[in-house]
């Protein structure tokens, strides 16, 4: 049990270049959602998904796109990177839907944009 | 709307001291609040959370916070702060639904030998 698996670890990107960034977990959770985190700022809510082929807005979605096509995977795409998204970005996922369930986080993906 | 504020952006203590690491919360109705902490280089992991049961609550590692609804706050404190107790440590209530986390800035926690 592997529970929440992020890649790459860390990326550099320069301004305008795209990238995927892969989460997944083997917990079955259906929760699963995408967080980044910057200096003094706590972290932020990107995008979320509550079960495949379902996907809503966080705080901070601009951006970002996401897709759920399955259960395990929930992939966070950057279309044309921006040195305003560099940041650390975490993947957590969780059981459905009883109330406040615990998140479990993935352990980072660091981004550099140039 | 829900929010959260951590008073101390770092706390410095010497081990085997006493940890307190404070946050405020608002809500506009009975929240759910959590603790987590993340160490270096690492993802969070969840210390503690309180859902309208007892109004103190014991996490891992001998943490504990109370809720203290007359002052909208939920503390977290140590009685004996250990060296693997450096990390930094964030409050969070429930959001709007039953999947949106609203994070505090966080409070790094340094332990000094």
């Known amino acids: 049990n592997a529970g929440v698996t992020q890649t790459p670890k860390f990326q550099v990107l320069k301004t305008g270049q795209s990238m995927t960034l892969q989460c997944a977990q083997d917990?079955?959770?259906?929760?699963m959602s995408w967080y980044r985190q910057d200096p003094g700022m706590g972290l932020r809510l990107i995008h979320y998904?509550?079960?495949?082929?379902?996907?809503d807005q966080g705080e901070v979605p601009n951006g970002y796109n996401v897709s759920r096509s399955t259960t395990e995977d929930f992939p966070l795409r950057l279309l044309s990177a921006a040195p305003s998204q560099t940041s650390v970005y975490f993947c957590?996922?969780?059981?459905?839907?009883?109330?406040?369930?615990?998140?479990?986080f993935g352990p980072g993906t660091r981004l550099l944009v140039l | 709307a829900q929010s959260v504020t951590q008073l101390d952006s770092h706390v410095s203590v010497s081990e085997g001291t006493p940890v307190l690491l404070r946050c405020n919360y608002s809500?506009?109705?009975?929240?759910?609040l959590f603790w987590y902490v993340q160490h270096p280089n690492k993802g969070l992991q969840l210390l503690l959370k309180?859902?309208?049961?007892?109004?103190l609550v014991k996490g891992i590692n001998g943490f504990e916070a109370e809720f203290k609804k007359s002052e909208t706050s939920f503390h977290l404190t140590k009685p004996s702060a250990h060296m693997s107790d450096a990390a930094e440590y964030f409050c969070?209530?429930?959001?709007?639904?039953?999947?949106?986390?609203?994070f505090g800035s966080g409070t790094r926690l340094l332990v000094r030998p």
């Open positions: 957590a996922s969780s059981p459905t839907t009883g109330k406040w369930e615990t998140q479990y």
């Open positions: 917990m079955n959770h259906e929760y």
């Open positions: 998904s509550v079960g495949a082929g379902i996907t």
């Open positions: 809500s506009s109705y009975s929240p759910s």
């Open positions: 309180y859902t309208s049961a007892a109004t």
């Open positions: 969070v209530v429930g959001g709007d639904s039953s999947y949106k986390l609203i």
